[in-house]
């Protein structure tokens, strides 16, 4: 649920679903911490330059920013019958979204905090930039951070980086280059946003894992499930039927010297 709601969700949905997981003190904290990035937001420009500051000198919303695993656990009793027991990792990230998203971080302190940042921390960036649309401008001026975090392969860092920011700005090239990183590291293509409609009647993304499923049939490995999913949403949509995404494409490997 937090995980969906960190996509482009409004900050008011995810603090509320946030809030309903965490503990009192933990609720506190959040509040504090939030408060903190947003007096910070209001006392200065959205990208100050400080070139005085001491290396080592640090604003306190950032504290708040790197110690967000420390606060946020799930409180007891609130897994609901239905779901799962939140994931504290996950908590987490939501709570440092909020916190981009309060102190208005633009494209410089974006970029710094994925730079030098954790493996959470930087997920949480990633999370975040459809948050920060209006700040970190040009429009796809955060590009840089996806592109990066799709050469990894760390399939947080992966799934974190093609949701909603990735699926407005990526080209098309980039983009089946994306769904291709999601099948050969794991991720599932459901944390692709806009897969479907960017999916669609797109014969070169058809093209590219046809040939994937072919080297992988040709190696004597399993075909990913997932891949037959994209597959058939790249039909052309037919406009009396929806299309049986269910469905198994079948795949021939492609002819050996020996065959």
Not at 45 to 65: C, G, K, L
Request: proline letters at 7%; charged letters at 25%; a negative charge.
């Amino acid at each position: 649920m937090l995980t969906e709601l960190t996509n482009g969700a409004p900050p008011s949905a995810l603090q509320a679903a946030l809030e309903a997981q965490l503990s009192g003190a933990d609720r506190a904290w959040l509040h504090e911490a939030l408060a903190e990035a947003e007096a910070e937001a209001g006392a200065r420009s959205p990208e100050p330059v400080d070139r005085n500051r001491a290396q080592w000198s640090m604003p306190t919303w950032e504290i708040r920013f790197a110690e967000a695993g420390r606060h946020c656990h799930p409180a007891q009793g609130t897994a609901q019958a239905d779901s799962p027991t939140p994931d504290a990792q996950d908590l987490a990230a939501a709570a440092r979204v909020l916190l981009l998203h309060a102190v208005r971080a633009g494209l410089d302190t974006a970029t710094r905090l994925y730079s030098h940042g954790t493996a959470a921390e930087r997920r949480a960036v990633l999370l975040a930039l459809p948050h920060l649309s209006a700040v970190t401008t040009p429009a796809g001026s955060a590009l840089p951070l996806v592109e990066d975090a799709l050469r990894t392969n760390d399939t947080r860092l992966v799934a974190a980086a093609v949701g909603p920011y990735a699926t407005e700005h990526l080209d098309q090239h980039a983009w089946r280059h994306a769904v291709l990183k999601c099948l050969f590291t794991g991720v599932p293509v459901d944390a692709i946003d806009g897969l479907s409609r960017r999916a669609r009647a797109d014969s070169e993304l058809a093209r590219m894992l046809r040939d994937y499923a072919a080297e992988r049939t040709a190696a004597g490995r399993p075909v990913p499930d997932d891949l037959h999913r994209v597959l058939a949403l790249t039909a052309r949509p037919d406009t009396t039927a929806r299309p049986d995404t269910t469905a198994r494409v079948e795949i021939t490997a492609a002819p050996t010297e020996e065959s």
